[in-house]
């Protein structure tokens, strides 16, 4: 594999606390680690270890990432994960959008690791597309299109923009919602650690219904937060302070 030239602002970030506790930090699709580098140093500065990845051909380019799917993605997520778990007595993975995705697809891969003690989601998508909106991204992929507008910036805060690609591509979209939200959506039951999940009201994303199919079927304790303020990238957005401040006393209370 040939080196990629990261974005600027777009780098992995990986920190050694002084606690023997752990954060996954897992970014959304066609986002990057930049989207969450405000929980992501709010945790460092709380004492734990974090490990925030830079998932598969994010954060380069949209050709990059065109040569990726989902089993690159959850590849990392894991590998993320092993690194913290190796240096820590508990771990709590949090993600957005696709990271939340992701951080579920976590939970279940990880039942019954002792490590593992809770999950926290942001406007996690976990309900795959509608059949006819795949059949449609079916058909535009078989006629030769490989990528459709970009989801990226959503965002109601004027002073903050998140770096993401301008471009959606399809194949990979497809990867996602077949590989990764299809297999999982009926098993979230099967997760018994407390889960946080916080929702915006207002996502042109990832719809609140997603959301609200998770806080239905997980298996385990949930709390949920509604934000009012914010869009789909809730954690750049108005509410990224009440998001660090939750968060820190979630991993609190589940690693205690």
């Known amino acids: 594999m040939t080196d990629v030239e990261i974005i600027e602002g777009c780098e992995p970030f990986s920190h050694r606390g002084d606690r023997p506790i752990g954060v996954l930090v897992v970014h959304g699709f066609t986002g990057n680690p930049s989207s969450m580098t405000h929980q992501a140093r709010a945790f460092a500065a709380a004492g734990f270890h974090v490990e925030q990845p830079r998932l598969p ?25 092993d690194r913290l778990a ?41 309900l795959p597309q509608a059949d006819d909106v795949v059949a449609m991204l079916e058909e535009m ?21 998140e770096i993401a690609y301008d471009g959606t591509p399809i194949r990979q979209l497809l990867s996602l919602v077949d590989d990764g939200i299809r297999p999982i959506t009926d098993r979230f039951d099967e997760i018994e650690v407390p889960l ?6 207002d996502d042109h994303v990832v719809p609140p219904e997603s959301s609200a ?15 009012e ?15 660090v401040e939750r968060s820190i006393a979630f991993v609190e209370r589940a690693t205690a």
Do not use: K
Not at 141 to 161: C, Y
Not at 196 to 201: E, N
């Open 86 to 126: 190796s240096r820590v007595e508990r771990v709590v993975a949090c993600g957005l959008s696709m990271g939340g995705t992701l951080t579920l697809w976590t939970g279940l891969e990880r039942r019954g690791d002792p490590t593992l003690a809770g999950l926290i989601c942001v406007n996690p998508a976990t």
């Open 141 to 161: 992929r078989d006629e030769g299109t490989d990528v459709m507008p970009g989801i990226g910036s959503d965002i109601a805060d004027p002073d903050q923009t």
């Open 196 to 201: 946080l999940l916080f929702t915006s009201r």
């Open 57 to 81: 051909g994010h954060g380069t380019s949209l050709a990059d990432m065109m040569t990726t799917d989902w089993s690159d993605w959850s590849g990392e997520a894991a590998a993320a994960y």
């Open 213 to 227: 199919h998770l806080a239905a079927t997980h298996g385990g304790d949930v709390e949920v937060v509604d934000l």
């Open 229 to 243: 303020r914010s869009y789909h990238v809730a954690t750049q957005d108005l509410d990224r302070d009440l998001i």
